[in-house]
Structure formats: structure tokens, C-alpha cells
């Protein structure tokens, strides 16, 4: 019953902005941490940002600090991820995760290139 959905993933320009959505179902989305994480081919995945319930603590990684930002609107069930000045070494497949609940949306694709 839990799902997660993730979009906005496109093609993009290097140096160019993107915001990811994720909307949740199932659950009391406010009650959880979420988490935004990254998969490129031949690489780990790798969380980049997360978010807590009230969504008043926010952190980074250092490859995603100073130009993502994570967000979420509990009265919609969403949370984002804003990422600016991207470049190409962000291009992977975004998923969101609740890690306590072992949910994963399906991800969408980034791909940041000339």
C-alpha cells in the first residue's frame, strides 16, 4: 500500500536547474524522514539529501550541498529535491526512500549533458 513516486526527471543542460517530485500514499508521510538518493551506472547508490518529518532538518551530502534542496509539503504528501548549477556527474536515476519503511519509488531519470 505504501508507494512513492518519483518525476520531473529530464534532460538538462550543464549548469542548469531541475525539481524532482516525489509523492507519497499510504502512510502518515509526515511521520517519516525521506530521503533523496541517486544510481548511475557502475556506481553505489548514493543518497544525496534528506529531509525530517516536519521537514525543519535538512541534510547533504558534500556532492549535493550548497546547489540541492530538499523540501516537502506535508499537507500534499510531496517532497522535492531543487538542484541547481547540475553537472554531468549528476546524471543518474532519483529515487525517494523512507528508510523505515523500506520504500522506494521507481526513480526518474536525470541526465545532465551538452
Known amino acids: 500500500q505504501v508507494q512513492l513516486v518519483e518525476s520531473g526527471g529530464t534532460l538538462v543542460q550543464p549548469g542548469g536547474s531541475l525539481r524532482l517530485s516525489c509523492a507519497a500514499s499510504?502512510?502518515?508521510?509526515?511521520?517519516?524522514?525521506v530521503h533523496w538518493c541517486r544510481q548511475a551506472p557502475g556506481k553505489e547508490r548514493e543518497c544525496v539529501a534528506r529531509?525530517?518529518?516536519?521537514?525543519?532538518?535538512?541534510q547533504y551530502t558534500g556532492s549535493a550541498k550548497g546547489r540541492f534542496t530538499i523540501s516537502r509539503d506535508n499537507a500534499k504528501n510531496t517532497v522535492y529535491l531543487q538542484m541547481n548549477n547540475l553537472l554531468p556527474e549528476d546524471t543518474a536515476v532519483y529515487y525517494c526512500?523512507?528508510?523505515?519503511?523500506?520504500?522506494w519509488g521507481q526513480g526518474t531519470q536525470v541526465t545532465v549533458s551538452s
Open positions: 526512500n523512507v528508510p523505515v519503511l523500506d520504500s
Open positions: 529531509i525530517s518529518g516536519a521537514g525543519d532538518a535538512t
Open positions: 499510504g502512510f502518515t508521510f509526515s511521520s517519516y524522514f
